[in-house]
């Protein structure tokens, strides 16, 4: 297994990071790093500190070196080394997080779902009518990965606030049995692909066949997270098994719509190595408190009335604000 750091993996050029990942070798584990820039984005943090943990778990030995790159402090920060096991070679001085950035986190639990939900709201800077589906958003994504993904070493999570754009990313990575595994127990699908599209349509869960999910699932989770990146003009993207689902911003000059069918975005599939586990991350503007309120309401109307219908649900509903 080859994790490689290159010089910038954000959400519009992650497939870099792609081309220097190596998930076929279960013996050995060895993490290498760009040698004169490193600039990630948090999802690439959650996933490689979740396959060193898993890979560890496993009785392997994680194997790497660090570059002395200008960025070397902020992934010490972030608690990168300390999840691989690797000597950053380097000391820092630890800065106050809060309103800043989560470091890497494992949980494990509800109660440390609950106190990384308090860490986040700092991050945030926005009111009740944007922060709360944000809290939503990221309290569902782990959750799912605790209750449903078989994930033993739990969900690695990990955010960063921007303030000068007034963005926040959030990165969460599990390592458990897969999109497909979990979309086939109940749905004909035969592909990472064709998993990936149906778990981003509202409605529709792993853990039942019925429209509309049932009282402890309703399927909206992965919709709602990609809707929210479309309302705030940002980017998204979802990794199981061998496919990558990636949301591309909306450009000013067009009206954001959401879609019931994530094949109908602006979009694209990448074709991955193959992981075992799932991989969200999410970009997101903070101002957007009108828009949220819009995503809501048709969300709620979905939900609570053509769901009791349950016919030509994906094509009948418009989700647009």
């Known amino acids: 297994m080859k994790v490689f750091l290159p010089n910038s993996a954000n959400l519009q050029n992650i497939t870099g990071l792609l081309s ?3 998930l076929s070798n279960s013996k050995t584990f060895d993490f290498s790093m760009h040698k004169k820039w490193v600039a990630v984005h948090p999802v690439v943090l959650a996933m490689t500190a979740c396959l060193a943990e898993k890979f560890r778990e496993g009785g392997g030995v994680v194997t790497g070196k660090a570059e002395n790159v200008p960025t070397l402090a902020y992934l010490i920060r972030m608690g990168l080394f300390k999840y691989l096991g690797v000597d950053p070679g380097k000391s820092i001085t630890e800065h106050e997080e ?4 989560i470091p890497l986190t494992q949980i494990q639990n ?3 779902l609950k106190q990384a939900i308090v860490n986040l709201v700092p991050l945030l800077h926005a009111p009740a009518a944007v922060a709360d589906p944000i809290k939503y958003v990221f309290s569902e994504m782990v959750r799912n990965a605790l209750e449903h993904s078989q994930s033993t ?3 690695f999570v990990c955010a960063q606030y921007y303030s000068e754009s007034k963005r926040i990313a959030i990165g969460i990575a599990d390592a458990g049995i897969g999109v497909l595994n979990t979309m086939r ?3 004909d699908v035969q592909s990472s692909r064709a998993a990936i599209r149906l778990a981003l349509q509202p409605g529709i869960t792993g853990t039942t066949s019925r429209i509309g999910g049932n009282e402890f699932n309703a399927g909206a989770g992965l919709f709602f997270t990609k809707s929210i990146a479309t309302l705030s003009r940002n980017r998204f993207c979802f990794y199981s098994g061998d496919s990558m689902f990636r949301l591309m911003k909306t450009r000013k000059r067009y009206d954001p719509e959401l879609h019931a069918d994530p094949n109908d975005d602006p979009h694209s599939f990448v074709r991955a190595p193959l992981l075992k586990g799932t991989v969200v991350g999410i970009d997101l503007s903070i101002e957007q408190g009108f ?7 048709a969300i709620r109307e979905a939900y609570f009335i053509d769901v009791k219908q349950k016919k030509n ?5 418009r989700f647009s604000p």
């Open 20 to 22: 220097g990942l190596d």
């Open 110 to 112: 509800n109660d440390e």
């Open 153 to 155: 070493v739990g969900a």
């Open 313 to 317: 649900y994906a094509k009948k509903i």
């Open 291 to 297: 828009e949220f309120a819009a995503l809501l309401e």
């Open 98 to 101: 809060s309103g800043r950035f």
């Open 185 to 187: 127990q109940h749905h």
